[in-house]
């Protein structure tokens, strides 16, 4: 995300020198700003759609994920393996409407969320393992072993 530049419009930077490395970040910034708008605003992107922060490790024997989800109840929540694929949705909603509360900022985003990964090594969807705890999922995906599902050779 952009930074927001208004909070940086007091404050004199006349005196430090030219970066093109921070120009060509702030470029980019905009452009990735530009394009989430054009999409999610013009073709179709849910108003209530987000995308949760994920991270995906690597062992020799195991892919692990842990994807931040906050204010989703497990229940609401799935991940799905298609050999070499992880398919991690569900939704959330907040409770905000009250009459007698006004909404004064809202910035907690409520619906539902998709994210699909391709790995390199297909999963052993037999032994993944799910621990879901304080708005964090966290998944072990052991690597399938390609050698024992056919260990003739045969063509089945």
């Known amino acids: 995300m952009a930074i927001d530049r208004e909070i940086y419009k007091e404050i004199d930077m006349s005196h430090l020198p030219w970066n ?9 910034d905009d452009i990735e700003d530009a394009f989430w708008r054009l ?43 298609r050999r070499r694929n992880i398919i991690l949705s569900g939704q959330r909603c907040f409770q905000i ?37 304080y708005g964090i999922c966290d998944a072990r995906l052991p690597k399938l072993n390609e050698k024992s599902e056919n260990p003739k050779g045969d063509n089945k």
């Open 20 to 28: 093109p490395i921070r120009s060509v970040e702030d470029l980019t």
């Open 39 to 81: 999409v999610h605003d013009k073709w179709g992107g849910e108003p209530g759609d987000w995308r949760p922060a994920v991270d995906i490790y690597e062992t020799d024997d195991a892919y692990f994920l842990t994807a931040d989800l906050p204010g989703v109840k497990p229940e609401d929540m799935g991940i799905e393996v």
């Open 97 to 133: 409407s009250s009459e007698s509360r006004r909404e004064v900022r809202v910035e907690r985003v409520c619906g539902r969320f998709r994210r699909e990964f391709r790995l390199d090594h297909a999963i052993d969807e037999r032994e993944v393992e799910i621990s879901f705890d």
